[in-house]
DNA sequence: AATATTGTTCAGCA
DNA sequence: GTGCTGAACAATAT
């Protein structure tokens, strides 16, 4: 499920691992996953170069090589990264491998092939171009920021959090958290919401996703108070005694607790 | 077998 | 032009 909290873990895993390492092959095996770098480019660049830094923009990973290039990871749906060194290992659904010179590999495995991988000389124009909001970890924004940023929208309050333009990061399964911790419906309207209703969320969105983080995404380090362990239909909702409900809101599943998130409109 | 799935993009519409 | 919704995308599991 990568979403902020996961591809932040991505990236500090990327780091422990795959940094100072002489790449000696390049194994592009899903061609269609390329974004727009030609593949004779990507391979000539990576090669034999080694990676000295990362970044991360919402789900957006970037990796930045001793040539000053950026290699570009998105995840889509399934996505993730491997590092291992016994060839045997090789994952199933890898699309992207890279060799390294003590004999170590990363795969990047995407089972539905609804990620990318790319390759920029400036990650900055690549958030820029794809007209992304700020990152709720990396960027500090003031409450009233956020109130201007969600002034004059419509729509559902789950559609406003999961625009990648507006905050970038939050998905389908954190959205639902926030909402959850806030105790605000997700069918809610955002232009009906109070100050009130708005600082709580405000404050939520920072407060999960670093309690995410802090327990390296497992579910099982986290608080008994999140929705996360329990995302299920019809299970006991962990802050009341209510039921878990599942609907379709804002074209995706959604859980929530019918209980105590009032759903405002 | 039909249905579901954590993300993004784009056509269609208000 | 703007912004929102829902379908489509791919591959697999139940």
């Not at 909402?179 to 939520?204: C, M, R, V, W």
Request: aromatic share 10%; proline share 4%.
């Amino acid at each position: 499920m990568p979403e902020l909290p996961d591809v932040e873990v991505f990236r500090r895993y990327f780091e422990q691992t795959s940094f100072h390492k002489k790449i000696t092959r390049v194994q592009v095996r899903e061609q269609d996953m390329l974004g727009e770098a030609s593949l004779k480019t990507f391979r000539n660049r990576l090669q034999n170069s080694q990676f000295q830094a990362t970044m991360r923009h919402g789900k957006y990973l970037f990796a930045e090589t001793d040539n000053k290039d950026w290699l570009v990871l998105h995840f889509g749906m399934t996505g993730y990264i491997r590092y291992y060194t016994n060839e045997e290992e090789t994952p199933k659904h890898s699309r992207l491998l890279l060799d390294f010179d003590n004999g170590s590999h990363l795969a990047y495995v995407c089972q539905r092939k609804l990620g990318l991988f790319d390759l920029t000389n400036d990650y900055r124009k690549y958030i820029e171009k794809k007209e992304f909001g700020i990152d709720p970890f990396r960027q500090k924004i003031d409450f009233s920021s956020f109130l201007e940023m969600i002034k004059g929208r419509r729509g559902t309050v789950k559609s406003t959090l999961m625009n990648q333009q507006l905050i970038a990061g939050i998905g389908n399964v954190y959205s639902d958290e926030i909402l959850f911790q806030a105790g605000i419906h997700p069918g809610s309207q955002i232009n009906k919401l109070d100050d009130g209703q708005l600082k709580t969320i405000f404050a939520k969105i920072k407060e999960v996703i670093e309690v995410a983080i802090s327990k390296d995404v497992d579910p099982d380090r986290f608080p008994d108070s999140y929705l996360l362990p329990h995302r299920n239909a019809e299970e006991e909702c962990p802050l009341c005694s209510g039921k878990i409900e599942k609907s379709t809101i804002a074209g995706r599943s959604s859980y929530y607790c019918p209980r105590h998130q009032k759903k405002i409109d």
